[in-house]
């Protein structure tokens, strides 16, 4: 008896003005295709870059499939990955008949992706004398109106921190989310940090990680008494790559296990209650910076209204 055929990936971008980060996402997807030649594999974005997400799946459905697995490019379960995702992939089977999909869920935090920040620490100490105990780190997260998302780069924040010998990790965002980079290296400082490496949570570069070093280098030059490194984002290191496939493989069984303990569409959070239930629509941004977003569970869309 013949096994049935594995369902296809889809990877699911959030898009970047920036072209280096587009075309590393895009060499990212290519390099999945080519480690799992069995595979159909396609990526696009839900917004700002090229192919879009529905070009994707028509890719696919040219190539013959019918089943695929879509999994989230993104570190964290915002309102992208909640909502206008779910959103545009049940837009993509209402013009697509006959296909089905699972969806995946957001890659982080993981311990292989805190493997590799630490990796990123080590190359932004390399050639210094500094001692990781008296270095503190500050992470910087994209930020969100979401706060289950932002809390998700505090939980990334203290895995970090936890048994590798750094004085502290703080978390910070470069947008919508407080506290941001000079407040978050303001807060290090006033903590007693003398030696801080601020530390992108990004996969890959664009416009935001490029303002969080800009930002950072402003704020160094203005606390000459503060020595300021800077690390790189995560990339396209083998541990993201395997663990897209780990994700891929959770959808394909339906082990998903997603968290809805603090979610905004489900739970009346204080300060948000106006969120819980709201509908959902694919929409697409102005800029690169994100905005509010809905939610998407068992089937059934919560989300909210522009």
Known sequence: MTAPTPPALLIAGHGTRDEAGAEAFRAFVRELGRRNPGLPVAGGFIELSPPPLGEAVTELVE???????????M??????????????????KERHP?????????????????????????????????????????????????????????????????????AGVEPAFVSLAAPDVPTGLDRCAR?????????????????LPDRVREQTGAWAA???????????????EPELLD???????????????????????????PGFEGRVGLPQQPHFHPDDEGHDHGHHHGGHAHTHAH
Request: with cysteine; hydrophobic share 40%; aromatic share 8%.
């Open 98 to 166: 006959g296909i089905s999909y699972t969806y995946g869920r957001p890659l982080g935090p993981h311990p292989s992706l805190l493997t590799v920040l630490e990796r990123r620490l080590a190359q932004a100490l390399d050639g210094t004398d500094w001692d990781r105990s008296g270095v503190t780190v500050l992470l910087v997260g994209r930020g969100s109106t979401d706060p289950d998302a932002n809390a998700e780069v505090h939980k990334a924040a203290r895995l970090l921190w936890e048994g590798r010998g750094y």
């Open 191 to 207: 903590l007693g940090a003398r030696r801080i490496v601020v530390l992108p949570y990004f996969l890959f570069t664009g416009i």
């Open 243 to 269: 663990l897209v496939m780990e994700r891929y493989a959770e959808a394909v069984k339906g082990d998903l296990r997603m968290n809805c303990d603090s979610c905004v569409y489900r739970v009346a959070l």
């Open 75 to 92: 570190l964290v379960s915002a309102g992208h990955a909640k909502g206008d995702i779910p959103a545009a992939l049940a837009r993509e």
């Open 63 to 73: 190539r013959g499939v019918r089943r695929f697995a879509a999994v989230p490019l």
């Open 222 to 236: 203005e606390h000459p008494e503060v020595e300021v490194r800077s690390a790189d984002v995560i990339g396209p």
